[in-house]
């Protein structure tokens, strides 16, 4: 969420300014800020374990929603209540019509805050949060004494809702949610290039009833980019098109590695599993629940190397559990991750569950060999 927009009183922020002014102003700078920390921590989350928004449970998109609603309609309340102060910078007081929209603006604000806090707090205990629905746009009234803080608002949607796009593209989201991104784009296209023709008439307008005229043109414009944007964040408003899209079975082509996804798989048992349906659907279930895809590539690599520079052969023997990786002999000590083996030494790709219940992959000793013939032996 953006950051607020300046906020002046009749002397500044002080004591001297419009104590209703103050109240106000009061409300939506803390209130907003909470909210937009709240949701910002959503964000990070979501950047530091390489997760969709698209890709996780209901109940924690019904959270995000809950928590993007929050901050934006404070943001609302915020942008608002810094048009209506500008425009009435001379007079020295706002009419009484902008004090009680923006009151309702907060009070609006305040109740999806308490809903944010109340899913929080029965997810923690264990209850399953209930599902989002799609918001309207509070009703917002529309005359010649409040439609500058009316534009200021809707503009904080449109910009906000702009931001949301580019952090769903740089969080990033599975090849086959890629139908569901084109869908939210389509719809979202033409409300974003008409609110930004009426923002280049806003800035051009000098006539008060012709920049009344823009705002209520931009009225059902902000409706659709309000609920576009809560879409984003909990992807199932958006009907059969996610549903469909969340049902589909990725293929083994369809993956997206940084590695052959036969890397850890013994050559003899590739060459009859390779065309096998059933194997290579396991095989891929295997790809998507491996924690870290860079680490798999970087010690296959090592592996690579290894066999390479004939520090390790294939002994012949293979494990029948995906991905029926090969058994190892270590013909020369070496360090293959964050692992030492000697010569002699048996090993193979072992993989485990992390506390997550994504699969971690490493090098295991498994046994030993002590003949001279076996560790000069090479298997071709």
């Known amino acids: 969420m953006s950051g607020f927009a300046p906020l002046y009183g009749r002397q500044g922020q002080t004591a001297g300014g419009d104590p209703q002014v103050?109240?106000?102003?009061g409300r939506t700078v803390e209130q907003q800020s909470q909210a937009t920390v709240k949701f910002d921590d959503i964000l990070s989350n979501l950047r530091t374990s390489a997760t969709s928004p698209w890709t996780?449970?209901?109940?924690?998109?019904?959270i995000t929603h809950s928590r993007w609603l929050s901050a934006m309609m404070w943001q609302m309340a915020t942008n608002y209540l810094?048009?209506?102060?500008?425009?009435?910078?001379?007079?020295?007081?706002?009419?009484?019509?902008?004090y009680e929209e923006c009151d309702s603006l907060c009070d609006r604000a305040s109740d999806?805050?308490?809903?944010?806090?109340?899913?929080?707090s029965e997810a923690e205990q264990g209850v399953r949060p209930t599902n989002a629905t799609l918001e309207p746009l509070p009703a917002l009234a529309l005359t010649g004494e409040t439609y500058n803080g009316v534009w200021q608002a809707l503009e904080a949607v449109s910009l906000q809702v702009a931001s949301d796009f580019a952090a769903i593209e740089n969080l990033g989201f599975p090849k086959h949610m890629q139908p569901v991104f084109q869908a939210a784009k389509a719809a979202y296209q033409p409300p974003a290039d008409m609110f930004a023709y009426l923002r280049s008439n806003w800035r051009t307008a000098k006539v008060a009833e012709n920049q009344l005229q823009i705002v209520r043109e931009a009225l059902p414009v902000a409706q659709a980019l309000f609920a576009i944007g809560q879409q984003l964040w909990a992807p199932y408003l958006l009907g059969n098109v996610y549903i469909t899209a969340l049902r589909y079975k990725p293929?083994?082509?369809?993956?997206?590695?940084?590695?052959?996804?036969?890397?850890?798989?013994?050559?003899?048992?590739?060459?009859?599993?390779?065309?096998?349906?059933?194997?290579?659907?396991?095989?891929?279930?295997?790809?998507?629940?491996?924690?870290?895809?860079?680490?798999?590539?970087?010690?296959?690599?090592?592996?690579?190397?290894?066999?390479?520079?004939?520090?390790?052969?294939?002994?012949?023997?293979?494990?029948?559990t995906v991905p029926w990786p090969s058994q190892y002999?270590?013909?020369?000590?070496?360090?293959?991750?964050?692992?030492?083996?000697?010569?002699?030494?048996?090993?193979?790709?072992?993989?485990?569950?992390?506390?997550?219940?994504?699969?971690?992959?490493?090098?295991r000793k498994t046994g030993r060999i002590t003949g001279i013939l076996?560790?000069?032996?090479?298997r071709q």
């Open 251 to 320: 293929t083994l082509d369809d993956l997206e590695l940084l590695v052959n996804p036969w890397v850890f798989t013994d050559p003899q048992e590739q060459k009859h599993r390779g065309k096998d349906a059933q194997s290579r659907e396991e095989l891929t279930v295997f790809w998507m629940s491996v924690a870290d895809t860079a680490a798999a590539a970087q010690l296959a690599a090592q592996l690579a190397d290894a066999i390479k520079t004939r520090r390790l052969r294939l002994t012949g023997r293979s494990y029948s």
């Open 82 to 98: 810094d048009g209506a102060v500008s425009a009435f910078w001379a007079q020295g007081q706002l009419p009484s019509k902008a």
């Open 22 to 25: 103050a109240e106000l102003l």
């Open 56 to 62: 996780r449970p209901v109940p924690t998109m019904a």
């Open 374 to 378: 076996e560790l000069l032996g090479q």
């Open 329 to 363: 002999l270590v013909r020369f000590p070496i360090t293959i991750g964050n692992r030492v083996f000697q010569a002699g030494d048996l090993i193979v790709v072992y993989v485990s569950p992390d506390s997550n219940r994504k699969l971690l992959i490493e090098l």
């Open 112 to 120: 999806f805050s308490l809903r944010a806090v109340r899913l929080a």
